[in-house]
């Protein structure tokens, strides 16, 4: 069996590692064995003095059932790449705010170098069977970088977010470029058909890109394959952790309804939007106040990047005015958590409420909408507003109150309407979504990629293609990119 490789930005470490791509991918990295490469910034002491090799190396961090091993890059050139081009360019153009990009030189030239580092590093490791799966916007360049490196093995993509407009992608300096660096990939995957519809759009806009009948593009001397794998959660285990933590997870006052959302603090997740449908419905819906209690947590991210601090004051400022406005002795509406909660209260938490928020301005999946899902009791459900903007939307809308972020009157009027659903259409709307939630699951997406990718890689065109690239011949007339 062919080894297969991860790479992604950041790297499972520690013998117990979290997070979100590492909870999606341990169980196929442990049945498969393989290695993960991921990227670190190193300290200055590691830097200075020492002359810098002219191929960077890996570092191993042995410890679990798959091989792990980290690119090490001086701090300057990782917060150019990651707080500069990756979070402050890549990050606001792919969730429709081009007014927050910040295009500096010197961030897309460490964008590069660190993912030229990294093909240069990666392709020492490399066997000639191994199956290549990139992670991310962090690492949209790592293959383009690869071929470079003469890497001819079948490499395919994953992006988590939304993929941006081909009108957002005009306010990059150099245009056809994300083009040219997709194109390098076998196969990239999207989260739904409305971002493969807009990677075709890009494609659609440059010149000598070609649309085949089967969906694929050729584009330069590439063809490439993209389809969509909406993502999914661990969703049985996790409806059994709500189980067992719900006790464990309830607010002072168990007479009231718990309305949550759990969100990292970030722009795109509409949370002020939030806030002032709240504000709406207790300005209302006075039959509401008292009763119900606003759970809103918003875990630290990127903190060293200005647009995320001036959200931060905003919310700060709007919870502090809807408490003021609505508190009573004993009462306070709204309760905003800027730090994170552990995952076990956290999934307590969604049992325990009648409404769950998932109501972002863009979003690739959000995943919080399917724990909410799975952490229900099938008995006594609670309801699900989502956002129509978020990518489960194209999996769940069916059967979710679908909410417009931009509209406090309608959101606020959704939340009245779950709070008061009753119990026999809660049922019905639960055990639709449930079934989705189970059967579109994190093995069922991460199999569904990787068996396109092996597809794709015993393709009669793909075997052809890669003996004329073998050969030192190229298909097609390369097209540079502007």
């Known amino acids: 069996m062919s080894r297969l490789v991860v790479i ?3 790297m499972p470490l520690g013998d117990n590692p979290s997070g979100g791509l590492v909870v999606a991918l341990r169980d196929t990295m442990e049945e498969q064995g393989g290695l993960w490469v991921g990227i670190a910034q190193g300290d200055e002491a590691d ?4 002359p810098q090799s002219p191929v960077p190396r890996l570092q191993d961090h042995p410890g679990l059932s798959f091989d792990r091993k980290c690119l090490t890059v001086p701090p300057e050139l990782y917060d150019d790449y990651y707080l500069g081009y990756s979070n402050s360019v890549l990050w606001p153009l792919c969730h429709g705010r081009t007014d927050l990009i910040d295009l500096q030189q010197r961030y897309r030239k460490a964008y590069i170098e660190v993912n ?3 093909a240069k590093a990666v392709a020492l490791y490399l066997k000639p069977d191994d199956r290549i799966w990139v992670h991310d916007y962090h690492l949209f360049p790592l293959a ?6 003469g890497v001819l093995n079948p490499i395919g993509f994953f992006l988590h977010i939304p993929f941006p407009s081909a009108a957002n992608v005009g306010a990059l300096t ?3 470029e994300l083009a040219k660096w997709l194109a390098a990939y076998d196969l990239v995957g999207l989260q739904t058909n409305r971002d493969v519809a ?5 494609f659609r806009t440059l010149p000598g890109a070609q649309m085949l009948m089967d969906g694929s593009i050729r584009y330069r001397d590439r063809m490439v394959d993209l389809k969509s794998f909406p993502i999914g959660i661990e969703a049985k285990a996790f409806g059994q952790m709500a189980a067992r933590t719900c006790g464990q997870s309830t607010l002072a006052d168990d007479d009231s309804k718990l309305v949550i959302g759990a969100d990292r ?3 795109s997740k509409g949370l002020p939007q939030r806030f002032l449908a709240f504000d709406h419905l207790l300005e209302t819906r006075d039959e509401w106040r008292g009763r119900i209690n606003y759970l809103q947590i918003a875990s630290p991210t990127r903190e060293d990047v200005q647009a995320y601090r001036e959200i931060r004051e905003e ?3 709007l919870s502090g005015a809807i408490n003021g406005r609505f508190s009573d002795i004993g009462y306070t509406p709204l309760q905003y958590l800027h730090r994170t909660v552990d995952r076990n209260r956290l999934a307590g938490l969604y049992r325990n409420a009648k409404v769950g928020l998932v109501i972002p301005l863009a979003d690739g999946m959000n995943l919080v909408a399917k724990e909410y899902v799975a952490a229900q009791d099938p008995a006594d459900p609670g309801v699900l507003v989502l956002s129509g903007f978020a990518g489960a939307a194209e999996q769940l809308g069916e059967h979710a109150l679908i909410a417009n972020p931009y509209d406090s009157h309608q959101m606020a009027e959704c939340i009245h309407k779950a709070l008061s659903m009753p119990l026999t259409e809660r049922q019905e709307r639960h055990a639709a979504l449930l079934e989705n939630v189970l059967s579109e699951d994190v093995a069922w997406w991460a199999n569904s990629f990787l068996k396109a990718l092996r597809d794709k890689a015993m393709d009669e065109d793909f075997l052809q293609l890669l003996a004329q690239l073998r050969e030192g011949q190229s298909p097609l007339k390369p097209v540079e990119a502007s």
Not at 47 to 50: E, K, L, N, T
Not at 144 to 149: F, I, S
């Open 8 to 10: 992604s930005n950041r």
């Open 47 to 50: 830097q200075s003095g020492a």
């Open 116 to 118: 030229r580092r990294l």
């Open 144 to 149: 383009d970088a690869l071929r470079e490196e």
């Open 174 to 176: 150099h245009v056809g």
């Open 198 to 202: 807009s990677c075709l759009e890009v």
């Open 265 to 267: 603090l970030d722009y």
């Open 315 to 317: 919310l700060e400022q």
